[in-house]
Every structure is written in C-alpha cells, then in structure tokens.
C-alpha cells in the first residue's frame, strides 16, 4: 500500500525551529515532485514548498521563502522540511503530498495525502 507518513511536528516558541520528516512507502518517487502543504483552523490548505524528487529543484510560497528549506533523501525515500524562524502564523497541520504527473502547486494538482503533523508556534 502506497503511503506518506509525517513526523516531526510540535510546540514551538516563536524564533525556534522544527524539522518534519516524510517517510514514503510502496512505491518509488524517482519521477515525482513531492511537496508540503498547510492548513490553519478555518484556513484554507496552502502550499508551503515543492521539491522535484529527481532533479531535487525547489520552489517555496513567499511566505516561508529564506525561513524554510525542503530536501529528500533519495536512499531513504524521505523528504524533509526545515523550518527556521518560526512565527505564530505558521501555527498549522503540515501535510506532505505526492504528484504523480503534470505542474502546478495547487492542492488539487497532488495525489497522494500523508495524514498530517501539527505545528504549534507559541509567541
């Protein structure tokens, strides 16, 4: 069975740092672009980050861009999401999501959900 499992989440205080890790199994990612999303309470799910598993390009939302860092680990079919300088407003369930084909960062353009990691930054 095909799955993403996060890790990694927490309590924060503000400036402090996290990092999530995404563990993939059931398949190899060597084509796909993996990516981490977020969702506040009453808040849409937005993307955060994108990294191309085989060429390991990556592309950030302007919100998180120079405070956040996303990799992966070709050998452990791992992805990962730094997180530096947290502020409160990053308070949000993490998601980490595969897609399979095409572009674009939007939610419906990824197809596969880890089941999320939560993200509390205290101010």
């Known amino acids: 069975q095909v799955q993403l499992v996060e890790s990694g989440g927490g309590l924060v205080q503000a400036g402090g740092s996290l990092r999530l890790s995404c563990a993939a199994s059931?398949?190899?990612?060597?084509?796909?672009?993996m990516g981490w999303f977020r969702q506040a309470p009453g808040k849409e799910r937005e993307f955060v980050a994108r990294i191309n598993w085989s060429t390991s390009t990556t592309y950030y939302a302007n919100a998180v861009k120079g405070r956040f860092t996303i990799s992966r680990d070709y050998d452990k079919n791992r992805v990962y999401l730094q997180m530096n300088s947290l502020k409160p407003e990053d308070t949000a369930v993490y998601y980490c999501?595969?897609?399979?084909?095409?572009?674009?960062?939007?939610?419906?353009?990824?197809?596969?959900w880890g089941q999320g990691t939560q993200v509390t930054v205290s101010s």
């Open positions: 999501a595969a897609r399979y084909s095409g572009s674009g960062d939007s939610k419906g353009s990824y197809d596969l």
């Open positions: 059931g398949r190899t990612f060597s084509n796909y672009a």
